[in-house]
């Protein structure tokens, strides 16, 4: 069984994976939704426009009602994040693989979260307030709290990671096991594939993207808001 | 007794180490059952804070998850990225 991305094309030594392929295709995709549904706009939205203003107004709500006054300027990373993550999440409906089933994909991701978590962290409490924080409640506590921060962007990749792969091999076994399944009956063509393993698509290929790509975009912001936080002692 | 060589004896030891570090989802089970347990409690008595209880539960079964997913990437890379066959 065949588990890794395939590799499309090289150039030298740069494997160009699906992964990569995958991922600038859903860009150049919602790039194209987002030109065309602000080119023209009514003040009526129909169309393209009025699906880009309900996210984009969903986002928002959602980023405010977590993090407060101070989430409206964080809004467009998480809208980037949960969509980006989403529609990557989701190509297993195109039998095509997934490119968050990949830590190359989800890795960088988490590292430019925990990057943001610090950076506004310090700018929020500022340096001393930052090391303070880090060694409360005891001053040695700091090694180990450096260490339950490193810990985060690895969990964070390897939640969505797992969940998404795991639906991979999954989807994989059903669909080879329905088409022995076939075989077995004496049939050339693999019918049973035809409508059984659809609420496993619904579930694997779904609702898992949507829960997972909401669940990596809320914990980001959680952890930002808790980050930025001042200490009143 | 009939011999084999290393890299079966390591295939074979995998395998059954995939499996058996598939036990931590014993845990995780629970400890995802009791969230969702506790947060249907709660939406009981208190029905007009389910919005926020739903998110709650929801970023709580995340970092519940994790433990069982660490043990599933464990597995994964036992049967399929094994860096001690050789």
Known sequence: MEVGPRIIFSIGSVNFTETVIFGWIISIIILIFAFCATRNMQRVPKGAQLLGELLVG?????????????????????????????????L???????????????????????????????RARGFIGYNKHMASPYL???????????????????????NIFAGVIVMTLVYSGLET??????SPIPFFQIGFPLPLNFWFDMFEP???????????????????????? | MTG??????????????AGIAMVAMIGVGIGIGFNAGKTVESTARQPEAQGTLLKLMLIGVALTETAGIFALVIAIMLLFANPLMP
């Open chain 1, 58 to 90: 969903f986002m928002y709500k959602m980023v405010k009602d977590t993090m407060g006054e101070i989430g409206e300027k964080f809004t467009p990373y998480m809208g980037t994040l949960i969509v980006f993550l989403g529609f990557g999440s989701m």
């Open chain 1, 92 to 122: 297993g409906l195109l039998e095509l693989r997934p490119i968050t089933a990949d830590l190359n994909c989800t890795g960088p991701l988490a590292l430019i979260s925990f990057i943001m978590i610090h950076y506004n962290s310090i």
């Open chain 1, 210 to 233: 949507i829960l997972q790509a909401y669940i990596f975009t809320m914990l980001t912001m959680v952890f930002i808001a808790t980050g930025r936080t001042v200490d009143e002692d």
């Open chain 2, 4 to 17: 084999f060589t290393g890299a079966e004896l390591i295939a074979a030891m995998s395998s059954l180490g």
């Open chain 1, 181 to 186: 399944a076939s075989h077995a009956l004496g």
């Open chain 1, 140 to 162: 040695w506590m700091w090694p180990l709290n450096l260490m339950s921060e490193c810990m985060f962007p690895i969990t964070l990749a390897c939640r969505i990671f797992g």
